[in-house]
């Protein structure tokens, strides 16, 4: 079942310009992903924060998770156009992910 | 190392055929991961494997669907019979031990006439 909900659903932004989307969930969690999907591809790993992290970055990702919200964010600072994609954030009980519907970003030059 | 490998890439069938899709997961991985997505219902679990054992099915969607892992370089999604609302696209993903990071393969697009 769809656990987590990304907002928002599109996202359109200029090259240079900083992206923000965010992702809720709905129970407990071991950890949180966030993967891209570029257009007729497979999923891509961006990045995992544990449920003790507040906080983490690779990059130009920055992530942060608020586990009392049951909320996560994924900053994409100084984007370029290839950062066009869908963005998906995965929540984690046990083994299995659970995927939101994604935003879409596009990033225009 | 090639990814994890899908085939077929696109498939086209008619309603009522049967339709199998194969996998072949990264070598050294364990844990095997069959999705399904369409516009609607986004990415959605249909069964997963762990050292060639299926651990949850509980997202296969009905008995026309069906998965196999008799190896631990090989799997198969198979749907007898196919009907229209059948049509996704459906993707493979393999993980090491111990790690919850997923690698997907490209995904077999089908349509289900």
């Known amino acids: 079942s769809q656990q987590g909900e990304e907002d928002p659903q599109a996202l359109s932004i200029q090259e240079g310009e900083n992206a923000t989307m965010n992702c809720s969930y709905k129970t407990s969690i071991n950890n949180l992903q966030w993967y891209r999907q570029n257009s007729g591809r497979g999923l891509v790993h961006l990045i995992l924060i544990r449920s003790n992290e507040r906080e983490k970055h690779s990059g130009r990702l920055r992530v942060t998770l608020d586990t009392s919200k049951k909320s996560s964010s994924l900053l994409i600072t100084a984007s370029r156009a290839a950062d066009t994609a869908s963005y998906f954030c995965a929540s984690i009980s046990g083994y299995a992910l659970n995927f939101g519907k994604g935003t879409s970003l596009l990033v225009t030059p | ?113």
């Open chain 2, 1 to 113: 190392d090639a990814g994890v490998i899908q085939s077929p890439r696109h498939e086209v069938t008619e309603m009522g055929q049967e339709v199998t899709l194969r996998c072949k997961p990264i070598s050294g991985h364990n844990s095997l991961f069959w999705y399904r997505q369409t516009m609607m219902r986004g990415l959605e679990l249909l069964i997963y494997f762990n050292n060639n054992v299926p651990i949850d099915d509980s997202g296969m969607p009905e008995d026309r669907f069906s998965a196999k892992m008799p190896n631990a370089s090989f799997s198969t999604l198979k749907i007898q019979p196919s009907e229209p609302r059948d049509s996704a696209v459906y993707f493979c993903a393999s993980s090491l031990p111990g790690s919850y990071e997923q690698y997907f393969g490209p995904g077999t697009r089908l349509t289900v006439t």
